[in-house]
């Protein structure tokens, strides 16, 4: 079944530094994409990365990239250069590409960036 | 400005009351989907829509209903609120319903059952 894991309720960064966020999951689809969204303290959900299972090199978008580690089953966000707008939570997300292609998400991690 | 429209933004309802939250969406996306948002427990997804005319159940599927009549609207019906029904309900879509396809979500409603 597919599981979502963040065990990382809550983080701090110094402004202009790196920050992972932690996020594993487990599923027995071969074909799967995963995702992170971005939810700052006015509740809308902002679309952030994807990485596709078959992808060969990690994504980036920006100043975000996911280290994507197939076989220990893990997508981590890296933030670099935090800015104190990346103060938010943020959900990791695994969609399976067959039976339903449904979305599921971790329980999120609040990420306070300190000026 | 092309997204998701959800109404209303905030509802106080009796328990036991008949209520539906509305979903419009103007981007012709496929896919569309109702999740509930609850502290320490992430999104859950309650039901989706891959296209117009089909509807399915997600992981928290009970004393909640969907129809999907066409590709624009998808409301979410709760036939008997009940107090743990209380919770931020998001709406959202997909251009496809696998792929690198992220979701488009809307502002959320806030829903509270007494």
């Known amino acids: 079944a597919q599981k979502i894991t963040q065990t990382q309720p809550g983080m701090f960064v110094q402004e202009k530094e790196a920050v992972t966020l932690d996020c594993t999951y487990d599923?027995?689809?071969?074909?799967?994409?995963l995702f992170w969204y971005k939810q700052p303290s006015s509740g809308e959900m902002i679309f952030l990365i994807y990485?596709?299972?078959?992808?060969?090199q990690n994504a980036t978008e920006g100043r975000y990239s996911l280290n994507f580690q197939k076989a220990r089953k893990s997508a981590n966000l890296v933030i670099s250069a935090s800015q104190l707008g990346d103060s938010a939570m943020y959900f990791c997300?695994?969609?399976?590409?067959?039976?339903?292609?449904?979305?599921?998400f971790g329980a999120g991690t609040r990420l306070f960036v300190k000026a | 400005i092309a997204g998701i429209t959800q109404a209303p933004t905030s509802q106080i309802l009796a328990a036991g009351r008949r209520m539906t939250l509305r979903c419009t969406q103007d981007?012709?996306?496929?896919?569309m989907y109702w999740y509930r948002q609850d502290l320490g427990l992430g999104l859950r997804l309650i039901h989706y829509?891959?296209?117009?005319?089909?509807?399915g159940k997600g992981e928290v599927p009970d004393g909640y209903s969907v129809s999907r009549a066409n590709t624009d609207d998808f409301p979410l019906t709760l036939a008997s609120a009940v107090p743990s029904q209380t919770s931020v309900y998001f709406c959202?879509?997909?251009?496809?319903?696998?792929?690198?396809?992220?979701?488009?979500f809307g502002s959320g409603t806030r829903l509270t059952v007494v």
């Open positions: 990485q596709g299972s078959y992808d060969q």
């Open positions: 599923t027995s689809d071969p074909s799967y994409g």
């Open positions: 959202a879509s997909s251009e496809g319903d696998r792929g690198r396809y992220g979701y488009t």
């Open positions: 829509s891959n296209t117009a005319g089909t509807t």
């Open positions: 981007m012709r996306h496929n896919a």
């Open positions: 997300a695994m969609r399976e590409n067959t039976g339903g292609f449904k979305t599921i």
